[in-house]
């Protein structure tokens, strides 16, 4: 089965603005959770719960998410690295592309309810 990949921005259910502020909550021992809220209206639009985060640094973001599982050091570590950010920047561009040319509609819930 082909999985078609699609993609949205956030909106707000009121005002339907596209604008929001991230609240990012962190408590030991259970998973981060993202509050979104619209930056227009003040409207809370989503939370999200975290698996993993990578920041505008991948590198530091995979060497610290490799910390954490235990990895091979030197070449092979570097080559990962830069594989990890190349993927980074092509699926950031891919989003992006998806939304300009034919942004998802429906809900988001919708869509996530489509993975398996
Ligand atoms: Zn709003």
Redesign the pocket.
Known sequence: MTQIRRSKREH?P????VAMLNYVHVSPGEDAEVFAE?S????FVARYTLRSYTCDDPYRSYLRHMRTRGHDSGALARKSAEQFASKLWDDYAEVKQLVAEDEEARHLEDLLGETP
């Open positions: 707000c009121q005002c339907d603005s619209c227009e209206c003040g409207a």
